[in-house]
């Protein structure tokens, strides 16, 4: 069978914030990157649609021949995983896998808090849905959580504004809204791949002794244990170290911002879905 490159997907440009740690942890691996940009914010959305949105995207990576996809998109994590793993998969080949974001993100995230309670800052598709909540009491019952939707979050970090001061008006109110719901909160955990490119401001706006935790490095690092821990299904993977990025709207904006996401110049080509 030949081998092939691991899929990595987002409504935009956040994924490859979880794309950077994760060609940080694992370089051996092939990877291809795909941002829905033509549509995105998917956070508004119906559960419907980014339901169909994720599906269209998941079924383009595996005709590209990827048998591991890596939704490093909470809202679709949230609205679409599911679906896509109860109802889609098996009728598809038994070896494809689709991973999200949200499983490794909650298994740890209550090792954080001494006060126990936590916030998360997400999409309003995210926070509607309730799957941080409903996922951290299974592995961490007692712990109390909180949610905030940040709904202006990402048009300002799609639009390249988040480092200049139009961007401090709603980083302040988000946080204000959450730190009211308790004076307890000492961990705030950003549930959504775009926003640490809000980290500077969001930490500017916020007492010192809380700690702001981004999913990066926990995703790459729990990805690297699952590899480990599929020994069959790691053999599938190709290991050059090439990426691939692709978007749905055009390439040329793509590049432009997304070496502020990845970190790198990055070079994309278009592709309608
Ligand atoms: N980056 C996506 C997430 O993690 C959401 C962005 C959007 O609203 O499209 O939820």
């Keep these: 069978m030949k081998k092939t490159a691991i899929g990595v997907f987002d409504s935009g440009y956040g994924g490859l914030t979880i794309l950077k740690e994760i060609v940080k942890q694992l370089p051996q691996y092939d990877y291809i990157y795909l941002g829905d940009n033509a549509r995105a914010p998917y956070g508004p959305r119906s559960f419907e649609t980014v339901y169909q949105y994720t599906l269209q995207s998941v079924e383009w990576f595996f005709n590209q021949g990827c048998e591991l996809v890596i939704l490093a998109c909470n809202t679709a994590s949230a609205k679409a995983l599911r ?62 959580v909180y949610q905030q939707a940040c709904p202006m979050w990402v048009p300002i970090i799609e639009n390249g504004e988040f480092n200049n001061p139009g961007a401090d008006y709603f980083v302040k109110k988000y946080l204000d809204e959450l730190l009211a719901q308790s004076a307890d909160i000492d961990t705030i955990l950003l549930a959504c791949t775009h926003y640490p490119l809000l980290m500077d401001k969001i930490k500017q706006h916020l007492p010192t002794d809380i700690e702001v935790v981004s999913q990066g490095e926990i995703v790459a690092l729990s990805l690297a244990q699952w590899l480990e821990n599929h020994p069959d299904m790691n053999k599938l993977y190709s290991k050059s170290g090439s990426i691939q990025f692709f978007t749905t709207d055009s390439a040329d904006d793509f590049d432009n911002h997304a070496s502020q996401f990845f970190g790198k110049e990055v070079k994309s080509e278009h592709i309608f879905l």
């Design 83 to 144: 679906n896509i793993q109860q109802k889609d998969l098996p009728k598809l080949e038994a070896y494809k896998r689709v991973l999200g974001v949200i499983r490794p993100s909650t298994e740890i995230i209550g090792n954080f808090t001494k006060t126990g309670s936590i916030g998360i800052l997400g999409t309003t598709g995210t926070v509607v849905s309730e799957s941080y909540p409903i996922e951290i009491h299974k592995f961490f019952p007692e712990i109390k």
